[in-house]
Structure formats: structure tokens, C-alpha cells
């Protein structure tokens, strides 16, 4: 079946940028999502983005897509504390549901 | 406000004991979920719904129940808990499956306790 890999930890400096990396394997994936989870709370969409898109830029959210290798990363510019949380990568074919990676915890040093 | 409300937030129980966690969405959505969160194992969903009537089974859904007779409320039914089902649950829903820019909102999570 699918699946969606991702590193499970990322510590970054405030201040600095962060990239989360994922991989895929469905060729046939349409549509790729980043959520974001904060300690007790559900999962909150941060961006997504289409297949046939190779970069989306959202304020400090930088989404990077290369399809050939099914490679996704979301870039977090000037990484501040709030930042601070779990970052689920999930793919799509559009009439499928979500198949989600384990999470990167992303830590951010004060 | 848009919303995906579950009840209970935590609960503790005993192995055995029927337990039903509501989940109830203000936003007319026709697709809802299931998925419970695991250390190390990410997100795997139970169940989910394609609308009223409709249920299908997702990644892990043994020794679970649904029920879908309204749209706005897709319940979480274990007929007998067991200790491995000690997990975060959570409930998501969105307006389908069919376009990639309808997001799943996501509950605040419910955390069971099977002793």
C-alpha cells in the first residue's frame, strides 16, 4: 500500500530556517498536505499542494515538490517557538483518504 | 464557529466495558473519520464515512464500530476494550474527497485509558 516517510525529529535554532522532509511512494498521489499538531491539540492544515506544482510559498511556508524522486519539504522561515510542534506530511489522489507519515517533531532553541 | 466536537476528552475504563466516544461536525460535511495516534506510528485511521449510511473500513479497525444515520455525527463504538486500544483518538471531517484544497478539520483529540 502507500506510504509516507518522514524523519522523526528536527531541533532547529530560533531564528534559523527549518525544512521538513517526506517521501512518498504513490505515483498517482494528486494532491500533498502539511499539518500541523501542537501539544494537546488536533491536527490544524497548514498548505498543500497540487501535483502538477513544484513550489508554493505562503508567508514564512515554503512547500518544495519534486515528483520525479516523490519528494516533498515544507521550509519554515525565521523558525520562532510557536513554531514548536509536530509536522505530518499526507498525500492524496484526490478520491482516496489521507495517508499520513508518523510526524516530525520539530523542537525550536530559544 | 466551524467545528468537530468530540466527547469525551479523557476517559479511563476497564477492560470489557462498552465505551462510546460522539463526534459531531457543524460544518454539513459529508466525509468523516476516525484515526487513532500512537507513539512512533503516526496517524492510522479506523474509519470512515463517505456520507450518511456509508461506512468503510481504513488501516486498523478491529475491535472497532461506527455508525453513520446523521450527517453531522459519526460515533466511535468499542464493544469491549482491550489495553491496546489505550490510544489518542481523533475525529476529522470534510466536505468530501474529491478536490485536494478541502481540508480535514480534526477534533481535539480523545484520550482512552483501558486498564
Known amino acids: 500500500g502507500e506510504d509516507v516517510e518522514q524523519s522523526l525529529f528536527l531541533s532547529v535554532r530560533e531564528g534559523d530556517s527549518s525544512v521538513i522532509n517526506c517521501t512518498y511512494t504513490d505515483s498517482s498521489s494528486t494532491y500533498l498536505y502539511w499539518y500541523k499538531q501542537e501539544p494537546g491539540a488536533g491536527l490544524q492544515l497548514l498548505t498543500y499542494?497540487?501535483?502538477?506544482?513544484d513550489m508554493k510559498q505562503d508567508q514564512r511556508l515554503t512547500v518544495l515538490l519534486n515528483k520525479k524522486d516523490k519528494h516533498l519539504s515544507l521550509r519554515i522561515a525565521d523558525t520562532q517557538t510557536g513554531d514548536s510542534a509536530i509536522y505530518f506530511c499526507a498525500e492524496s489522489s484526490g478520491n482516496t483518504p489521507l495517508v499520513f507519515g508518523k510526524g516530525t517533531r520539530l523542537s525550536v532553541i530559544a | 464557529e466551524a467545528q468537530v466536537t468530540q466527547n469525551p476528552r479523557y476517559l479511563i475504563t476497564v477492560t470489557g466495558k462498552k465505551l462510546t466516544v460522539t463526534c459531531s461536525q457543524n460544518?454539513?460535511?459529508?466525509?468523516m473519520s476516525w484515526y487513532r495516534q500512537d507513539p512512533g506510528l503516526g496517524l492510522r485511521q479506523i474509519y470512515y464515512s463517505m456520507n450518511v449510511e456509508v461506512t468503510d473500513k481504513g488501516d486498523v479497525p478491529e475491535g472497532y464500530k461506527v455508525s453513520r444515520k446523521e450527517k453531522r455525527n459519526f460515533p466511535l463504538i468499542l464493544e469491549s476494550p482491550s489495553p491496546n486500544q489505550t490510544s489518542l483518538y481523533f475525529c476529522a471531517s470534510s466536505l468530501g474527497l474529491g478536490s485536494g484544497n478541502q481540508p480535514q478539520h480534526f477534533g481535539d483529540g480523545t484520550r482512552l485509558s483501558i486498564l
Open positions: 460544518m454539513n460535511h459529508e466525509y
Open positions: 499542494i497540487f501535483s502538477n506544482m
